[in-house]
């Protein structure tokens, strides 16, 4: 796992795509891309609002407060078998990194057992040019990221900066 130093958290904490308060531009960009969901009250959002996620990720858990009985019901409903990966808060670990291109190329939904927050880089990393990866952005919106080649050497360079500060811990098994 690469735990992300505070730096770059920090950066993190700026939106990496397109900030929207609903759900209309989603729905809109939905026909033509694969929706790639990061985030539970993402996922139900987009849910409610008639948007079947190609990806859900999510871990039951809004703000580190436990999501209740109700809507962890709803995305079991809507999601079966959940994939499931370890991803402790703060980290973003090598296993999900890996495995990010075979579970957009399956879609579905994985649940996280820790933190899903820093997931979404891995799924920016590995989506394609018709794919769309939402996420929450704390009392502002959804975040809307196109990947392209911008983005995503951003986001390399970010992990190898936290590999290369020395904040890997370990490697996942």
Not at 70 to 91: C, E, Q, R, W
């Amino acid at each position: 796992m690469v735990k992300i130093p505070g730096r770059i958290r920090e950066e993190l904490r700026k939106p990496l795509g397109q900030v929207q308060k609903d759900f209309r531009k989603i729905k809109e960009l939905s026909r033509n891309h694969r929706v790639i969901v990061v985030g539970d009250v993402c996922t139900l959002g987009l849910l409610a609002a008639g948007i079947r996620p190609y990806l859900a990720v999510y871990d039951h858990r809004f703000m580190r407060q436990r999501l209740d009985s109700g809507m962890v019901s709803i995305l079991a409903v809507h999601f079966k078998n959940p994939k499931k990966y370890d991803n402790p808060a703060g980290t973003l670990s090598e296993r999900i990194v890996k495995d990010a291109p075979k579970l957009l190329k399956e879609g579905g939904a994985v649940l996280i057992r820790g933190e899903e927050d820093l997931t979404a880089l891995a799924f920016i990393l590995a989506a394609g040019p018709r794919d769309l990866v939402v996420y929450g952005q704390p009392h502002e919106g959804l975040v809307l990221v196109k990947p392209n080649g911008k983005i995503k050497k951003k986001i390399k360079g970010w992990l190898a900066s936290a590999v290369a500060l020395g904040h890997e811990i370990k490697r996942d098994e």
